[in-house]
Structure formats: C-alpha cells, structure tokens
C-alpha cells in the first residue's frame, strides 16, 4: 500500500472560479487525489431497503449513517459560488420503489437532516425487498437531474443499504447494477445484516464497484470513513484520453493517485514535448516524472498498450539539465525538484555534455532506460502529466 502525504488546500479565484491544493513536487512523491469532503463534487443517489426485516431501529440506523456522511462540510445542493457541491437524493425501496427527494429537493444540510429521518423512521407492512426496482429508480433520478443542470461531469455514487438480497430474471438486481455501472456510476453497498444471514455481503458484492462492499457489522467509525473514502474515490478521476496513474495499470479499479498521463504517439524533439505539454488546456501540467520504479513500470505498461508506440520504444520524460543539476520538469513558474532516491540511468549514462541536456528512456532487451540526449534534434514519444479532478482540484468541462 501506497503512503500518500497529506495536501492543503488553498483556492485561487481566475476568471471561472478554480482550486489548486498546495500539494508540491519538491516532497518527491506523485500527488495524491485529494480528500477534503468539505469540497466534495458529486451526484449521489442513496438507495434504502425498508422492508419489514430492516426494522424500525435499522432505518434510523441508516439516517444517522447517511447523514454523517455528508457533514463534514460537504456543500449539499447547487446555490454556491463554488461549483463544488454534491446533490443528494434518496430513494426507499421494498416490493416498489419510491423516489423520497430527487436530486434538486435537498439545498442545505438541514433539508437533508430534516427529511432523511423523516423519510427513514418506518418500515413498509411487506418483506419482499426487491433491490433492482430501487437501482432502477436510481437511474430514473440520474437522468432527469441532468435537465437543466450542467452537471454532466459531475461523477455520480449510488449508496445501497439493503437488510435482504433477492430478484431473479427480470428482478435480477445485477442487471440494474451492470447498467449504472457501465454508465460510469460507481455503487456502494453496505449489508446491514439484521436477519443474521451471512451470505448478505457477498451478494451485495456482486453489485457494488470493486473494493465498496461494505457491512454495518464493523465500528461505526469504520462504516462512516468507509463510505467517505469510496466517495472521495469517485471524486478522483482524469478526464478523456488521459490515464490515471494507479497502484496496477492492468486493474483499472485498484487505487489511484492524484495524477493524470496523457500518451502522445506523434514523435517530437524534447523541446517541443515539453512546450506541448506546457500548453495543454489542463493546468498544472509537464513532461512526465519518474520518481518511482513503480511509475516508471506503469508508464511503460502504457506504451505498451498504446497506439503510436512501437519497438524499440523511445520516449522523452521530464528528467533535464539545468544550470549542471538534473531535474524534473514541472508546469511553468512551479519549482523543479531535484533528482534523488531511484534512478534508471543505462550504463555509461549520463553523457557529460553540454548539449546532452534532455533525457528519454530508450528499450534495451524487455526495459527501457534513461539516456540524455540532445534536446532539439533527438526525436520520441512523450506523456503529459498533470493533476487529476478531485476535491482539490475542480475540472470545468471539456468543451469550455
């Protein structure tokens, strides 16, 4: 597991209002999503069994749950200045399903406290709890919250809290599940296990995303973080045509940083790769870094896998000689931070040389290796690297 270093945030007003956390590359580690729930961005559907077995007390349970979720400042509703704000809905289901607060109803925390545990206090008269009819009526809400809204890249949450696990065929909660999941929702279960059935989790795991199968059967500490953390999660994401850098490439679902790659499959000099990257419309952005072997792995995993790349690979990264000191190539006015701990110099290099300044990795059997090279006539590859969406770091949409 990945130690990530805690950033601040601080908030920059420039033209369309934007936040930058005061995370620095002098620390030399990749940036980390960033986890303010004060600053959380997202529209959340909450999906409630209240069916016979829940029980009165477990839906109260799931109030004083789901409201502490979203207290920690977490701005609910859209009348702010600061476009990062969460829409909540709720949704109660049993033999039917019924849509208690769309996604606009909720402005305030105290219209979510004050209708959430009103909603949440009795339990329908029947114990059939039929999950797929509240995740259809989940999808129902996502779609008619986008009408007059330009939320569309907002990343949406669905939080389940089921007592019971059942539908086959056409009830099949899976299949509700498959659709919000394909659509780019990220769903969260939590079991709360009332009727002592142990195999409640697992099922309920066969819905949720990867790693947010949850059980009320734990500190409720735990349960509250645990929720929190999928939703900062979900909040942590690069926009098309970039990849975000995570503990695996081949597992799309295993835990990310806060940082975004962008391939480019036309060669260019170093130079030009850098400008390029300089001048993308994201901010914050620069030639790649490699301050780990396991950035270093991952970033070749990607040429690999990468159009525009073929044998033997030869790709520029951020790695340049300034003033006789090699350092990282950072976004313009930032600081660059000095080469230190890991290095994947090839042997014989670095080249004392004057015009040498630049640096790419070259393949050599199945690795590639660091080689400088002359920074205007040497050509390759190159990615971009700059600062994921999350709760730091607000994105506007791509076409503005």
């Keep these: 597991m990945f130690k990530f270093k805690k950033a601040f945030l601080a908030c920059l007003v420039v033209g369309v209002y934007a936040c930058v956390a005061t995370y620095s590359p002098m620390s030399y580690v990749d940036r980390p999503c960033g986890n303010d729930l004060g600053n959380l961005w997202l529209d959340i559907v909450a999906v409630v069994d209240n069916s016979h077995g829940m029980t009165d007390e477990g839906l109260g349970d799931i109030a004083a749950t789901l409201t502490t979720v979203v207290s920690m400042g977490t701005r609910i509703g859209t009348n702010y200045t600061d476009p990062r704000s969460t829409r909540l809905a709720l949704v109660t289901y049993n033999s039917q399903a019924k849509a208690n607060a769309d996604l606009n109803k909720f402005q305030n925390l105290d219209d979510v406290f004050n209708n959430v545990f009103n909603d949440l206090q009795d339990v329908a008269q029947t114990d059939i709890s039929l999950l797929s009819y509240g995740l259809g009526k989940a999808e129902q809400l996502f779609a008619d919250g986008q009408v007059g809204y330009d939320r569309n890249h907002y990343k949406r949450a669905v939080i389940v809290f089921a007592s019971a696990y059942a539908g086959t065929g056409d009830v099949d909660p899976v299949h509700a599940a498959d659709r919000l999941k394909t659509s ?39 349960l509250v973080g645990d929720i929190q953390n999928a939703l900062i999660e979900t909040n942590c994401f690069c926009k098309t045509d970039w990849v975000q850098y995570r503990q695996s490439y081949y597992d799309i679902t295993s835990p990310s ?16 790769a850098q400008m390029n990257c300089r001048n993308q419309k994201e901010k914050n952005t620069n030639l790649h870094t490699e301050f780990t072997q396991h950035k270093h792995d991952f970033v070749l995993a990607a040429v690999q896998n ?33 080469l230190q701990n890991w290095t994947n110099w090839a042997p014989g290099y670095p080249i004392v040389s004057s015009s040498m300044t630049a640096v790419q990795n070259q393949q050599s059997g199945l690795q590639t290796f660091w080689k400088n090279i002359p920074a205007y006539t040497a050509p390759g590859n190159y990615f971009c690297e700059t600062y994921s969406c999350d709760t730091d770091n607000y994105c506007v949409p791509s076409n503005e």
Aim: glycine share 10%; charged share 10%.
């Design 184 to 222: 780019g929702v990220k769903i969260i279960t939590v079991a709360y296990n009332q009727r002592g059935d142990g195999s409640l989790l697992d099922q309920l795991a066969k819905i949720a995303s990867p790693r947010y199968s949850f059980t009320n059967n734990v500190d409720g500490n735990q």
């Design 257 to 272: 940083f806060g940082s975004c790659l962008r391939p480019v499959g036309i060669t260019a000099n170093w130079r030009a």
């Design 306 to 338: 990468t159009t525009g790349f073929s044998m033997p690979y030869t790709y520029h990264i951020g790695l340049n000689l300034v003033t006789g000191t090699w350092v990282w190539d950072q976004p313009l006015t930032f600081p660059q931070p000095v």
